[in-house]
């Protein structure tokens, strides 16, 4: 029964490689996210997407783009990974629109490591 | 865009006493204000929040106030327990987005 799920948990692979982490929410949301959290904890948001728009941290490099098959998944795919994206990526969600339900819940949670 | 300031960025406490986590924002669209607690190793949990037509809101041992004209918003803990040693953000939500602090490591000291 949980609500926001991650895969894989831990990842550790090379530079120059191409990766994905899978996140998959059953609250019914309409919208996800993909935080990054580095060393000093900062919680970075990437990207939030729902069927009508996808809205992109201009700082994100283009080597990340999010890919979702439905409105209950989102992945995130890393092209030719550097050492700077080390660090734990969190996927999120949400729903839009309805006051009575603002609340964004995470997952647990993608600790990338690039050596 | 909206901008999220959080401090203090580290607070010790002694068992028993309160701690209090400030902060403010930027952007009056926003309306909904969570705060999350990080554990080691651990996701964000959501501990309690507000929403902007409301000043206060309290579960227990931790409170949340919220003052709109100045746009700023706080938790307060009471009776701290080492268990509450963590790291908290504050957020706002601006429309579908949410803006978190840069987040307050609460050691409480038994």
């Known amino acids: 029964d949980t609500a926001v799920s991650q895969t894989p948990k831990y990842l550790v692979t090379q530079m120059g490689n191409d990766k994905s982490i899978k996140c998959e929410q059953n609250?019914?949301?309409?919208?996800m996210y993909w935080y990054k959290q580095d060393s000093k904890k900062f919680l970075k948001i990437m990207f939030s997407?729902?069927?009508?728009?996808?809205?992109i941290n201009e700082t994100v490099p283009n080597r990340f783009s999010p890919k979702s098959p439905d409105k209950a998944h989102l992945n995130l795919h890393i092209n030719s990974l550097e050492l700077g994206d080390s660090a734990v990526y969190f996927c999120?969600?949400?729903?839009?629109?309805?006051?009575?339900?603002?609340?964004?819940?995470f997952g647990p949670g993608t600790r990338l490591t690039v050596t | 865009g909206e901008n999220v300031e959080q401090h203090p960025s580290t607070l010790s406490v002694q068992e028993g006493d309160s701690a209090v986590i400030k902060c403010t924002y930027s952007?009056?669209?926003?309306?909904?204000f969570p705060w999350y607690k990080q554990e080691l190793g651990k996701r964000p949990q959501l501990i309690i929040d507000?929403?902007?037509?409301?000043g206060e809101k309290k579960d227990q041992r931790i409170a949340v106030t919220l003052n709109k004209t100045a746009k700023h918003f706080s938790l307060h803990i009471t009776e701290t327990q080492p268990e509450d040693s963590a790291v908290y953000f504050c957020?706002?939500?601006?429309?579908?987005?949410?803006?978190f602090g840069t987040g307050t490591s609460l050691t409480v000291i038994p």
């Open positions: 999120a969600s949400s729903r839009h629109g309805l006051p009575s339900s603002y609340e964004q819940y």
């Open positions: 609250l019914g949301h309409d919208t």
């Open positions: 997407y729902n069927n009508k728009e996808l809205i």
């Open positions: 952007d009056s669209a926003s309306n909904y």
């Open positions: 507000i929403r902007s037509n409301v």
């Open positions: 957020a706002a939500r601006a429309g579908n987005q949410f803006y």
